[in-house]
């Protein structure tokens, strides 16, 4: 549960940090948020051909690593092109977009269905009050809003890493083979 919530609040926090800067990054605004949009309805329609492709686990590290390495092109090159920053804008929204998918989809293969109310509700509460500073980050000086979006995206990667489909899965074989015992009796 402790890795769903970190995976739900980089999900959300990364989300909403994206649209936040928006107005407080160099370049046009009206091209990043032409791109920032594309990106975002991009990555809703590719993200679940790709997450049937390579699964769940696979996925996650794929649009991870992409927001990681969207933050650190951000960092490190000094002189940012108008373009530069708004190809930046569109990677971001692709590769943290599909996580929030991620979230759900996850969750709902981890846990049985008589705690999934309960992990939602947990996990939404944890990354809702950690996402409220999402518009604090945002307004910080250049790279700060990139930093942190980088450094959650690591956390997350990194978490992503020991979540363990394939024993949850039998887990819950085991769960509903048990209540099905239940019931004969």
Known sequence: MVIMCIVWTTALFNLHLMDFVLPNIKGNIHIN??????????AYGISVP???????????VLFLTLCCF?????ILVSKKSTIFIA?????????????????YISSNKLFPANIKATLFSICNIFARS???????VAVMKQPIPFV??????????ISTIFLNFNKLE????????????DLKE
């Open 148 to 157: 942190a979006f980088g450094v959650a995206s690591f956390i997350c990667l």
């Open 130 to 136: 950690i996402t409220i500073g999402a518009p604090s």
């Open 50 to 60: 790709i997450i049937n492709k390579i699964g769940i686990k696979l996925s996650f």
């Open 70 to 74: 969207t933050s650190l092109f951000y």
């Open 170 to 181: 039998t887990n819950q074989n085991k769960l509903q083979r048990i209540a099905k015992m």
């Open 33 to 42: 948020n032409m791109l920032q949009t594309t990106g975002q309805f991009l």
């Open 87 to 103: 190809v930046l804008v569109f990677l971001s929204k692709l590769g943290s977009s599909p996580i929030y998918t991620l979230t």
